[in-house]
């Protein structure tokens, strides 16, 4: 009896001590300014995961993760999520941005003993800066065309239907008309 209550006790208390310890977090989490609803994927992180483990392994597929170290390793790529942010608004603090730039990670980074990731986070922002660049030029070409979306629809329909045409009169047959434009059927030149 006094052995089932001993345990009962030591229960009461781990559990006191999570809820401590989880408002603690909270309430650091808000002086931060971190809402809690914010959080990194869990089904992202997941797939993450197995897509690692299925290339240590091979291929075979043969190494699994508990769920209850699948969410501790979310939790760690929060935590450093976070310490990574924090440290870089302290770099753009301290150099008087408001904005927290890439150059500010990658300093946040060498500052927190993390200068194996430098590379690859360098190589990602060369390519999020590519993407970006060619987002800006196609949106500039569609400014640049001076035609409407409904205007383009319009146009490519009346040349889709040219075409259709001109492929119906070629295999008709009757080689009359608009549909037989010099011998060059089937060229996309031919439909200008």
């Not at 065309?145 to 009757?174: K, N, P, V, Y």
């Not at 060059?184 to 030149?189: Q, R």
Request: net charge negative; glycine share 10%; aromatic share 2%.
């Amino acid at each position: 009896m006094r052995a089932r209550a001993t345990v009962r006790d030591a229960d009461a208390q781990n559990d006191k001590r999570r809820s401590s310890r989880a408002r603690r977090t909270r309430e650091d989490a808000m002086d931060l300014g971190v809402d809690d609803e914010l959080g990194l994927p869990k089904a992202t992180i997941a797939k993450m995961i197995a897509e690692a483990l299925h290339a240590s392994t091979g291929g075979s597929g043969s190494l699994r993760m508990a769920p209850e170290c699948r969410d501790m390793v979310v939790e760690c790529c929060q935590e450093f999520v976070h310490a990574v942010s924090a440290e870089a608004n302290e770099v753009s603090t301290r150099e008087g941005k408001s904005t927290i730039t890439a150059e500010h990670v990658l300093a946040a980074l060498r500052r927190l003993g993390f200068d194996a990731y430098e590379g690859e986070c360098e190589m990602a922002r060369d390519e999020a800066k590519e993407e970006e660049t060619e987002k800006r030029e196609l949106k500039k070409k569609r400014k640049t065309t001076q035609m409407s979306e409904e205007d383009a629809i319009a146009m490519q329909q009346e040349l889709f239907a040219r075409a259709a045409a001109r492929m119906a009169g070629a295999g008709g047959g009757d080689g009359g008309g608009e549909a037989n434009d010099g011998g060059a059927m089937g060229t996309l030149g031919s439909l200008g």
